[in-house]
């Protein structure tokens, strides 16, 4: 089981909207309404910002959402600020496999 | 207020043993369905295992056989029995709780992570 497919970096100016891409296959995002994302800064724990695909957990900012088509789910930040920088990875249910699978990873510059 | 706090991490020879554990505060511990998920250095996250409340596990193809998750409900602790130990499994690990019946992982608090160094 490989790791869901994400783009290595999206940037962005201040104010402006990105959508990364999360990229698995018919056995895991595109079997199950199981997609979470989850937001990195560097030294800190990992924080949960989408789950279920496109809900969002208490005091996550609206600015924050999430869909899916098919076997690619997406997160959007709207108008971006500086405070976004950081690494967002998303994953997904791959039973009766892996279980749990991560994305690759994307890192988020605000220009 | 919800804390999970790591320890047990060290520098350990290939072929070693170490066990982590995760204590759990501010939360009915037994009612949740835990993880850890690791983060080589340099690289991305990696799940590793779960757990339910009633300790049935899952673990990632890497570590099975290797490894082992556990969990005392009567202290509000996981853990994480590592054996075998492989270069490749030097990283930061993380504890992680999952929002019930959520589908999928949401993890939803994590701890500051305990870090796992093999090398001879």
């Known amino acids: 089981q490989s790791a869901l497919t994400q783009p290595a970096s999206v940037s962005g100016s201040p104010g402006q909207s990105i959508t990364i891409s999360c990229t698995g296959t018919s056995g895991d995002v595109g079997s199950y309404d199981s997609v979470s994302w989850y937001q990195h800064h560097p030294g800190k724990a990992p924080k949960l910002i989408i789950y279920e695909v496109n809900k969002r957990p208490s005091g996550v900012s609206d600015r924050l959402s999430g869909s899916k088509s098919g076997n690619t789910a997406s997160l959007t930040i709207s108008g971006l600020r500086a405070e976004d920088e950081a690494d967002y990875y998303c994953s997904s249910y791959a039973v009766p496999t892996i279980f749990y699978v991560l994305g690759t990873g994307t890192k988020v510059t605000v220009l | 207020e919800v804390q999970l706090v790591e320890s047990g991490g060290d520098l350990v020879q290939p072929g070693g043993s170490l066990r982590l554990s995760c204590a759990a505060s501010?939360?009915?511990?037994?009612?949740?369905?835990m993880n850890w998920v690791r983060q080589a250095p340099g690289k991305g996250l990696e799940w590793v295992s779960y757990?339910?409340?009633?300790?049935?596990?899952r673990y990632t193809d890497s570590v099975k056989g290797r490894f082992t998750i556990s969990r005392d409900n009567a202290k509000n602790s996981l853990f994480l029995q590592m054996n075998s130990l492989r270069a490749e499994d030097t990283a930061l690990y993380y504890c992680?709780?999952?929002?019930?019946?959520?589908?999928?992982?949401?993890?939803?608090?994590w701890g500051q992570g305990t870090l796992v160094t093999v090398s001879p």
């Open positions: 501010g939360f009915t511990f037994s009612s949740f369905e």
């Open positions: 992680a709780r999952e929002i019930p019946n959520c589908v999928g992982d949401c993890l939803d608090y």
């Open positions: 757990i339910t409340g009633d300790s049935i596990a």
